[in-house]
């Protein structure tokens, strides 16, 4: 049998609440396959960590983390702590540190979930996000210059290089090959002379090298128009780690909700652990009062599933998660319903057992 070591790292908020969930389905479809199971191991690291020692992590955390298959990850978080540390130190660490380079992010219309859209039909919303996770505009490099004068300035720089922009593109395009998509750039070169200039450049070479993938080109705001006015343009989108951070939670607006947000970072040669989370934030303001939807970290345990192989397993925990949609209850305030994060997760266990 094989054993799959993950890491939970819980976090802040409604954190805990929902992994509890994502926990309970890989669980149970580890038990009907019976060819493999899980071993969890929890890190209390978030903002209470951090409040307690001045950290969002152990020192040695990488190190601790880097013995695992997977980190399953919630949401980082809380008021008090500010937001570029709670992010900068946990979830940034990671990402660089194990050079996860690949955010996976579906945006896709389930069926049974609400879309503000006038006249969109479900096939319409289907698309994949490949996001820029490593370098970009979340370098980190910067600098205040003139602090405490009238001419203080702040220069955040985006860091692109030719090995992150080529191998995200390629990762793209034998994706889009694969499945038989589109791929569609998007950027901004025609005001960041030099960063986006620099990634239309290298995406017009690497198109060359996929002569049979349809391609197209689109600045960022013509892109988020798109996405709302004629969803079905995109299928296979590949974009910086800024606008892929940005129109994916425009994704989720049209397809269901933060709700229903998942997100994965790979590293596709596997020489470090993977993540998967919900992307949609701590909400503090709900926590601990069991509301939460656990549907976007149940949707990024299934994205763990297929980066192990079970694919097959993959598309059960999404035909199940649709079960209860379509079903209309139970289902959580943010989808109308008034039912708890754990009925929730209990509803996809049952549909999952009698798939």
Same mark, same amino acid.
């Given at each position: /049998?094989?054993? $799959?070591?993950? #890491? ?33 191991? @929890? ?5 209470? @960590? ?6 969002? /992590?152990?020192?040695?955390? /990488? ?6 298959? *997977?980190? $399953?990850?919630? *949401? ?24 996860? @380079? ?19 039909? !479900? ?8 996001? &820029?996770?490593?370098?970009? &505009? ?12 009238? &001419?203080?300035? #702040? ?11 080529? !191998?995200?593109?390629? $990762? ?14 998007? =950027? ?15 995406? #017009? ?11 197209? =080109? ?33 994704? #989720? ?15 596709? &040669? ?16 709900? *926590? ?68």
């Amino acid at each position: /049998m094989t054993e $799959y070591k993950i #890491a939970v790292i819980a976090g802040d908020g409604i954190g805990p609440e929902v992994i509890a969930e994502g926990v309970k389905v890989l669980n149970k479809t580890a038990e009907l396959d019976g060819s493999f199971r899980f071993d969890f191991t @929890y890190f209390p690291w978030g903002c209470e @960590y951090y409040l307690k020692n001045g950290r969002m /992590m152990a020192e040695d955390g /990488m190190e601790q983390l880097a013995k695992f298959d *997977a980190i $399953y990850m919630g *949401a980082a978080g809380f008021p008090g702590v500010p937001d570029h540390i709670s992010l900068r130190d946990l979830l940034l660490v990671i990402r660089k540190g194990f050079d996860q @380079y690949v955010n996976l992010r579906p945006v896709k219309l389930l069926k049974g979930a609400p879309c503000p859209l006038k006249d969109v039909k !479900r096939e319409d919303i289907d698309m994949i996000f490949i996001r &820029e996770n490593s370098e970009g &505009e979340y370098a980190g490099d910067g600098s205040f210059e003139k602090v405490g004068t009238p &001419e203080e300035t #702040a220069i955040q720089k985006g860091i692109f290089t030719r090995k992150g922009c080529e !191998r995200i593109m390629r $990762y793209a395009f034998e994706l889009a090959r694969k499945e038989g998509k589109s791929v569609t750039s998007i =950027s901004k070169g025609n005001a960041l002379n030099y960063s986006m200039v620099f990634w239309d450049k290298i995406f #017009a070479e690497i198109s060359a090298e996929y002569p049979d993938v349809e391609t197209h =080109s689109l600045l960022v705001d013509a892109a988020a128009m798109f996405m709302v006015k004629d969803p079905k343009r995109f299928q296979v989108v590949v974009t910086s780690n800024l606008f892929g951070d940005i129109l994916t939670d425009l994704g #989720a607006a049209i397809s269901g909700g933060m709700g229903l947000a998942a997100g994965a970072n790979l590293n596709p &040669e596997r020489k470090f652990p993977s993540m998967f989370e919900p992307i949609h934030g701590s909400a503090p303001d709900i *926590a601990g009062k069991g509301i939460a939807s656990p549907l976007a970290s149940i949707w990024s345990a299934a994205q763990m599933l297929d980066f192990f192989g079970h694919e097959d397993w993959g598309r059960k925990v999404i035909s199940s998660i649709e079960a209860v949609l379509v079903d209309g209850a139970p289902l959580t305030p943010d989808l109308g319903g008034a039912a708890h994060c754990e009925e929730i997760g209990n509803a996809v266990v049952q549909k999952l057992v009698s798939m």
